[in-house]
């Protein structure tokens, strides 16, 4: 029996590689990195500053930063958290002089309502032998509905109705692939304030979709 | 003879939806939420449908680069260079 390979092969990393272009001056590579990271380069620092505008300038400071620092990276974190550190770093320099700035207690859920992920009186109440259990049931959604391209429009508008910090952390493991270690570096809150966050905003973007497709085919 | 778990209702469960799909349910609170989803066909659809959002959300493209930001990022990154010395 062979013992388990643990030897992972020693390849140049597609980040490794996009670093190098980088620092060579290849335009192509730095577009395809700035169109990679944009969306989610907005949405963090809309967390941090009041409008989208101002957020788009902070996404333009980031990459000057980006370029001036790029000689000194060392590659001891990667790329994308390097870069949106630069990013965490600038709106919150931003946001300091605005006004009328997200304060970063809002990152905390503390700040959040503290209401249930379905309206309590769709369930039975506790003079019930059901007490707790479904009164109002969900109905599947309409396969066809499911099917087609609709979800994903109504994901997108229901994600623009949550509370900044709620839409950033389910864009950022939900939208953008994050994983919970990688958000809760770069927003600064601790794991289970991530997953309380990702819960009530999927909660409500569950709701949300009810709302549009779950009880039209009611009678 | 049953052992004594306590049932999990509907109403509790909607609420550990996402730390399940996170993996960060202890063990014991992990088999009573599946033992509910064995028998209660509704909460096995509000699960169905919380899997539907994500996958969705998963096919969710960035919103494109506006031309104009795509512009003064370039020019930034041309200015970069000539200071820099970087490039060929
Ligand atoms: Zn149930």
């Known amino acids: ?219 | 003879m049953t052992p004594a778990v306590p049932d999990l209702s509907c109403r509790e469960l909607v609420e550990l939806v996402t730390d399940y799909l996170e993996a960060s349910l202890p063990v014991d609170e992990r088999t009573r939420f599946e033992l509910h989803l064995t028998y209660c066909e509704f909460c096995r659809t509000y699960l169905a449908q919380m899997r539907q959002v994500l996958e969705s959300a998963g096919e969710l493209t960035e919103e494109s680069l506006a031309p104009e930001a795509r512009d003064a990022l370039l020019a930034t990154f041309r200015d970069w260079k000539k200071g820099s010395g970087g490039g060929s």
Request: charged share 25%; net charge negative; glycine share 6%.
């Open chain 1, 1 to 219: 029996m062979e013992p388990p390979s643990v030897s992972e092969p020693a390849g140049i990393t597609t980040e490794e590689r996009e670093l190098a272009a980088l620092r060579a001056g290849d335009e192509a590579a730095f577009l395809a990195l700035v169109t990679r990271h944009h969306g989610a380069m907005v949405r963090v620092a809309t967390t941090f500053v009041r409008s989208q505008a101002i957020a788009e300038e902070v996404v333009q400071e980031t990459w000057v930063g980006v370029l001036r620092g790029l000689h000194l990276f060392e590659g001891r974190s990667s790329l994308k958290s390097w870069i949106f550190s630069i990013l965490v770093n600038c709106a919150k320099a931003r946001g300091l002089k605005e006004v009328r700035s997200v304060p970063m207690s809002s990152l905390g859920p503390e700040e959040e309502e503290d209401a249930p992920s379905v309206s309590p009186d769709r369930f039975r109440g506790d003079e019930d032998r059901w007490a707790g259990h479904w009164a109002e049931p969900p109905a599947p959604w309409p396969d066809a509905r499911v099917e087609s391209s609709e979800l994903v429009a109504l994901v997108a508008e229901a994600l623009d109705t949550l509370p900044q910090a709620q839409r950033t952390v389910m864009s950022l493991r939900d939208v953008d692939g994050w994983d919970s270690g990688e958000v809760c570096a770069l927003l600064g809150i601790t794991e289970v304030n991530q997953r309380v966050l990702l819960h009530r905003a999927r909660s409500k973007v569950r709701a949300f979709l009810e709302e549009r497709l779950g009880r039209e085919g009611l009678p």
